[in-house]
């Protein structure tokens, strides 16, 4: 335990003079100190593995303590920053290593192992972190496809099935109430957000909350669809499903395909951007990279396959989701460390502007509803195509469409406000206070030298 202790302590102190050598450090044209990007591109120079598998998180938790560099490393460090050979030497006896060795404490073959990333006791990795050195190319190839063939199955192909079978069932059992529809979208809704939420851990927790988002926006859509006998998709026109189940199911298998389509985009953007080590190098870059296409697509599968009055209104929507989920993934950058004062004012902005913006939501919503005339965009035309509504074979008159689209409309957004508001907000501000305890967990680790965390790399 005393050496554990001994060793820990060692890796702050390393850390701190690391981090005091590159800050003191003055560049060719006369500037004073270096980015750790900077760092990492002056160290390739020496050794060209730091051009391939190396991140600004490395240099992080050097200078964090939380891992301290093999003697290899030290050596390459002091060689890009031109220090001398006494100051390279203080740093290997600061470090632990023995003069003129390649031993050091409990790993005799440390310089051949790839870099370590180990988290404190306490703490939750953020994404970067939990990454490690890249595998060989084929390796990484096979495991993304098996990943991806993964998410196929689990995340697509089952609930694809259970929507199917549902629908089939509702068909077969010849249930024409007009509320049916209603409980069997509401039911697949409520299903799929407690069989996604049982997914959500490790580093596709996100992946997987942003296909559950997705899909619940867009079928959220459908509760107006539900009591005018009318998707979004115009499937309705299909002659004898006019007023049967299988348009809703069709409709909600194409809620499927697009948000998973998405998750999935996201999820490869996520693994280029914060799990290669090859991603750009500013923080906000990278979380718009990763969240921007995704958003993306499934607004360009919208544009073509729905309404004007759909654009319109899921646009809103997925603008607020894709700033919430960008705003997740900067705080969980490795890049961004929030001094405690700018934390507890992130945690209040978020709080107030949550309130305001549930406060002005609630208020438009309930005057959309008791606007006459709102909504009035019926589901007649898409991008590709438009047709007549036949209100005969639907089995009402057309003076009672809009009162319909108006009542469904209401149900669409309490849905919507509601999950927006306690799902995505709160999980919002639950990474914020998430954050707060994790800096505070780390730096009382960082001050005690708690035992256990430190590895040589």
Not at 359 to 366: D, E, F
Request: aromatic residues 8%; charged residues 15%; negative net charge.
């Amino acid at each position: 335990m005393q050496d554990r202790d001994t060793q820990r302590a060692r890796s702050v102190q390393v850390g701190i003079l690391m981090k005091a050598y590159r800050e003191a450090f003055s560049t060719e044209n006369g500037n004073r100190g270096l980015t750790q990007e900077e760092l990492l591109r002056r160290m390739a120079l020496v050794d060209s593995q730091f051009a391939d598998r190396s991140s600004h998180t490395m240099v992080s938790r050097w200078e964090s303590g939380v891992t301290r560099p093999n003697r290899k490393r030290l050596e390459i460090f002091g060689r890009a920053l031109n220090l001398s050979d006494a100051e390279v030497e203080g740093l290997l006896t600061l470090a632990g290593f023995k003069s003129g060795t390649e031993s050091q404490p409990k790993r005799a073959s440390a310089d051949a192992e790839p870099e370590r990333q180990e988290s404190l006791p306490g703490t939750q990795a953020s994404p970067s972190e939990a990454i490690k050195a890249d595998p060989p190319l084929s390796i990484a190839a096979s495991l993304d496809l098996r990943e991806t063939l993964r998410f196929a199955a689990f995340s697509c192909l089952l609930p694809g099935v259970c929507i199917v079978a549902s629908g089939y069932i509702l068909s077969s059992a010849d249930l024409m109430d007009p509320w049916i529809p209603i409980v069997y979208i509401v039911s697949i809704m409520g299903l799929m957000l407690a069989y996604k939420f049982m997914r959500m851990r490790g580093n596709n927790a996100l992946r997987e909350f942003l296909s559950i988002s997705l899909f619940f926006l867009l079928s959220a859509q459908l509760l107006p669809s539900a009591l005018t006998r009318m998707d979004i998709y115009g499937f309705y026109t299909l002659g004898e499903f006019a007023v049967e189940p299988l348009p809703y199911m069709l409709a909600l298998m194409v809620n499927l395909v697009i948000s998973s389509a998405a998750a999935l985009v996201f999820h490869l953007l996520w693994n280029w951007q914060y799990g290669s080590g090859r991603g750009t190098n500013d923080p906000l870059r990278r979380a718009v990279t990763v969240v921007a296409p995704p958003a993306a697509l499934a607004y360009v599968c919208i544009l073509i396959l729905s309404n004007i009055g759909v654009w319109t209104e899921f646009g809103i929507q997925l603008a607020a989701l894709s700033g919430a989920f960008a705003i997740i993934l900067l705080l969980h950058d490795p890049d961004i460390d929030l001094a405690e004062r700018d934390r507890r004012f992130f945690l209040y902005a978020a709080v107030s502007v949550a309130i305001t913006v549930s406060a002005i939501g609630a208020v438009a919503m309930l005057a959309i509803y008791l606007t006459p005339g709102l909504p009035s965009i019926l589901p007649d035309h898409n991008l590709l195509y438009s047709w007549e509504i036949d209100f005969e074979a639907l089995g009402y008159p057309q003076e009672e469409a809009l009162h319909r689209l108006n009542a469904g409309y209401l149900w669409q957004n309490v849905c919507i406000y509601v999950y927006m508001v306690l799902v995505v907000g709160g999980s919002l501000i639950s990474t914020l206070c998430r954050l707060n305890s994790r800096s505070a967990t780390v730096a009382e680790h960082n001050a005690v030298g708690s035992p256990g965390n430190t590895t040589a790399d």
